[in-house]
């Protein structure tokens, strides 16, 4: 926030999964709320996150301008719905990227609307990976799966993370001069 009017004196509520992963913003968020003046509310969920109502009571209760989900598995699709549930407004809930698949919204259906969520690739079928994998692979009957999830958010997400390998691989194998690398060279 560039300008601190933007937050300060606003409360915002940091929904996060009780793990490491989850706890990690915590010092982070809890320094910048020092800096530009916002009050920082942590309420945890505990693993697996199906239960969540005491949760959603308290952040009713503590009425905050925004929730910041830091979630994990199924915590986040609980946790959408129970926002629905007691009618918070979406466009006031903000995931982190690994609460914001298309499988964490559909529970609530049209009451998800609203939600957003951070993803760190592009989603959908409108770039040239995936009119390569069609001719490469989908059309060869060679894809895992059913094919319906390409494009989503987790399918991209793991063609990105097997693009960062590949290159990873070949940077490898042209930086030792070699085909076959190891572990260590990759």
Known sequence: AENNNDINGKKIVLLYHNSAYGREPIPTLTRLSEMYGFNLVTIAVDSPGQEQGNQWLQIRRERPD???????????????????????PMERFIGIWWSGSEQDVIPAGAGAHGYTAL????????????????????????????????????????????????????????????????????
Do not use: K
Request: glycine share 10%; no cysteine.
């Open 66 to 88: 925004y929730v910041l989900m830091w979630g994990w598995g199924v915590m986040n699709a609980a946790a959408i719905q129970e926002a629905a549930n007691i009618r918070f």
């Open 119 to 186: 993803t760190l690739h592009g989603t959908g079928r409108d770039y040239p990976i995936y009119e390569q994998l069609q001719q490469y692979v989908y059309d060869r009957g060679l894809a895992a799966g059913a094919g319906d999830q390409i494009g989503t958010v987790r399918y991209s997400r793991g063609v990105y993370a097997a693009m960062l390998a590949a290159e990873a691989a070949r940077t490898a194998q042209e930086i030792h001069g070699v085909a076959a690398i190891t572990p260590q060279m990759m």
